[in-house]
């Protein structure tokens, strides 16, 4: 029985590695430049890709109207909307509303925006997958025709 358990748990680190609990509140908030978001967009870090998680996350809240120029993620994205009301699309796809509890699935690659509808400010939480050092490349801004396109 003991070989059993040793072989249940598995190779053993070499050096010991423990949980961490990052606190809220701990990481200073950013605002989106001017040369990725039309508006106002703030970004609140939650965490960083470590210990074999090759992810990142943060909340990112967008103010009515505000919403991120056209991008890509190497590593794909995942949005889960938490508050308020949002819009996004895809490269050649129609504008979509998004809601509280919505989940935004988005494959490496695709071309995509997303932010706040014009009247309703909108946070979601942003996981985002890295490839190398790289989470997103950034495009051109999302027109206003583009953006009230629906």
């Known amino acids: ?3 059993f358990t040793a072989m249940a748990a598995g190779p053993q680190p070499s050096s ?11 990481q200073p908030s950013t605002f989106g430049s001017a040369g990725n978001f039309t508006g106002r ?5 939650l965490f960083s890709p470590e210990f074999g998680l090759s992810a990142s ?3 990112v809240t967008f103010e009515p109207g505000a919403r991120s120029a056209w991008h890509t993620h190497p ?13 996004t699309q895809y490269w050649g796809g129609p504008v979509q509303e998004v809601r509280p509890g919505d989940v935004v ?3 490496p690659d695709v071309k995509h925006w997303h932010g706040a509808a014009a009247t309703t400010a909108m946070t979601h939480l942003a996981v985002s997958g890295v ?7 950034w495009m051109e801004k999302v ?6 396109a629906r």
Not at 41 to 45: L, N, S, T
Not at 143 to 148: A, F, G, I, L, R
């Open 41 to 45: 967009a703030r970004v609140d870090p």
């Open 143 to 148: 027109s206003d025709d583009q953006y009230n």
């Open 131 to 137: 490839v190398g050092d790289n989470t997103v490349q």
């Open 105 to 107: 699935i988005c494959p």
């Open 57 to 59: 996350a943060a909340y």
């Open 16 to 26: 010991p590695v423990t949980q961490r609990v990052v606190l809220a509140g701990s």
């Open 1 to 3: 029985m003991a070989a």
């Open 75 to 87: 590593g794909g994205q995942r949005l889960v909307v938490v508050s308020g009301v949002g819009l």
